[in-house]
């Protein structure tokens, strides 16, 4: 999943990046208004880490650009403000928690997961749909209770398939989740396409069942018929 830190304290910003890497996700950062708002309007995000007292800028005007952009990004504000009328006004606008500064990322990852699971309706770290389940805290997925051994890009794009089940994702939106936008299209593309290969393969190897509809021209779907 991709995610954005807009955070002036240095030092702040970095740990928050590194955070989100160790959770497995494609960060982008911003230390300013500007730079948010410049990285806003040319990608999307699933998550938005947002101070709201920026240098050229209100955190809460930022917020409802994202909000405009896409309702369903998630944002957690994350601020020294400690005024009542704040906190309310974040909430209003669409943010899905809040936090005071100083606080443990102990504690932020908890209210990651706890977001995330109610962005993509999970009851908890795990998603399984027939005897396939995919876990969000570490990079396992397993078939009838066996391990199968993905490489993390490989897991990183079947998780996104997990999570957007029965959607068709285009395999631009699978190259940017994984890569954001640093690589080549061309030579992005042709690697999601290999590394489909060899996420079919492995779950063919395991008996699992062929799960991944090609949407041809377009993309992948993950055909979730639960009972």
Do not use: C
Not at 90 to 118: N, T
Not at 141 to 158: A, C, N, Q, S, W
Not at 170 to 198: C, P, Q, Y
């Amino acid at each position: 999943m991709r995610a954005l830190v807009v955070e002036d304290e240095q030092l702040l910003n970095k740990e928050l990046k590194e955070q989100l890497l160790e959770e497995q996700f494609t960060v982008d950062t911003a230390v300013d208004f500007p730079k948010a708002e410049t990285l806003l309007i040319g990608e999307i995000y699933d998550l938005v880490l947002l101070d709201l007292s920026l240098p050229g800028g209100d955190g809460l005007d930022l917020l409802k650009q994202i909000k405009s952009y896409d309702k369903d990004t998630t944002v957690i504000i994350l601020t020294a403000r400690g005024e009542i009328d704040d906190r309310i006004k974040g909430l209003e606008l669409g943010s899905d928690d809040y936090l005071s500064k100083p606080f443990a990322m102990a504690e932020l990852r908890a209210r990651i997961h706890a977001v995330l699971r109610r962005k993509f309706k999970i009851n908890d770290n795990e998603i399984t749909i027939g005897k396939i389940s995919l876990h969000l805290d570490h990079m396992q997925v397993y078939y009838d209770k066996k391990p199968i051994g993905l490489t993390d890009t490989e897991y990183k794009m079947l998780r996104y398939l997990f999570l957007n089940k029965n959607k068709v994702v285009t395999r631009i939106a699978l190259s940017e989740h994984i890569w954001g936008n640093k690589v080549d299209d061309r030579f992005s593309l042709d690697f999601i396409n290999s590394h489909m290969k060899n996420i079919r393969k492995k779950l063919a190897n395991s008996n699992a069942p062929d799960l991944i509809e090609t949407v041809y021209g377009v993309g992948y779907k993950l055909a979730a018929h639960e009972a």
